[in-house]
T-cell receptor, first 113, second 118 residues
Framework: KAGVTQTPRYLIKTRGQQVTLSCSPISGHRSVSWYQQTPGQGLQFLFEYFSETQRNKGNFPGRFSGRQFSNSRSEMNVSTLELGDSALYLC????????????FGPGTRLTVT | AQTVTQSQPEMSVQEAETVTLSCTYDTSESNYYLFWYKQPPSRQMILVIRQEAYKQQNATENRFSVNFQKAAKSFSLKISDSQLGDTAMYFCAFWPRLKETSGSRLTFGEGTQLTVNP
């Protein structure tokens, strides 16, 4: 099976802009989670989607949002970008909510200038 | 809330030797999973090994094994016969097994940068 894919891999945006990141899970996986990784804060959970519904949300402002489509692909949106949003955004998928093994994509490196 | 602590920011080991990475966690949950992930310079997060809290037997995956001490809330990773390709950041992670409607998520430690020297 193909692994988790994320697009784009690299992105440069300007403060105030918005950005959309995409994640395609492993075929058959229905749950998609998003994480933010920064040198200062480490790995932090953003949210999880299952069956097109957000099931869990981390402690991030409302500028961070996401959605999941019927084919389990997920998008994450960040509006009104701030310099502090510069990070590696990782997407992870798992087969079901009863399966606790997550498989990660290669990440999207977002740089905000 | 759960916390995961990795007290060794950096470690190094000679090729073919054995190294142990430490991890402690704090939780009030009785049912949970523990994981070790590695993140090489490519930044791809790779699952190395997992342990279910209800299992007393320590998990093993080839050269990787864990020492799970539930009472002490300790979960260390031992890498035997270290290889150059083992050079990576290693993250310990905790996942509580909660009720379906409660939701749960992975909580990561700060990471340990392991360098394998030739």
């Amino acid at each position: 099976k193909a692994g988790v894919t994320q697009t784009p891999r690299y992105l440069i945006k300007t403060r105030g802009q918005q950005v959309t990141l995409s994640c395609s899970p492993i075929s058959g996986h229905r749950s998609v989670s998003w994480y933010q990784q920064t040198p200062g804060q480490g790995l932090q959970f953003l949210f999880e989607y299952f069956s097109e519904t957000q099931r869990n949300k981390g402690n991030f402002p409302g500028r961070f949002s996401g959605r999941q489509f019927s084919n389990s692909r997920s998008e994450m949106n960040v509006s009104t970008l701030e310099l502090g949003d510069s990070a590696l955004y990782l997407c992870a998928s798992r087969e079901s909510r009863d399966n606790y093994e997550q498989y990660f994509g290669p990440g999207t490196r977002l740089t905000v200038t | 809330a759960q916390t995961v602590t990795q007290s060794q920011p950096e470690m190094s080991v000679q090729e073919a030797e054995t190294v142990t990475l430490s991890c402690t966690y704090d939780t009030s949950e009785s049912n949970y999973y523990l994981f070790w992930y590695k993140q090489p310079p490519s930044r791809q997060m790779i699952l190395v090994i997992r342990q279910e809290a209800y299992k007393q037997q320590n998990a093993t995956e080839n050269r990787f094994s864990v020492n799970f001490q539930k009472a002490a809330k300790s979960f260390s990773l031992k890498i035997s016969d270290s290889q150059l390709g083992d050079t990576a950041m290693y993250f310990c992670a905790f996942w509580p097994r909660l009720k379906e409607t409660s939701g749960s998520r992975l909580t990561f430690g700060e990471g340990t940068q392991l360098t394998v020297n030739p």
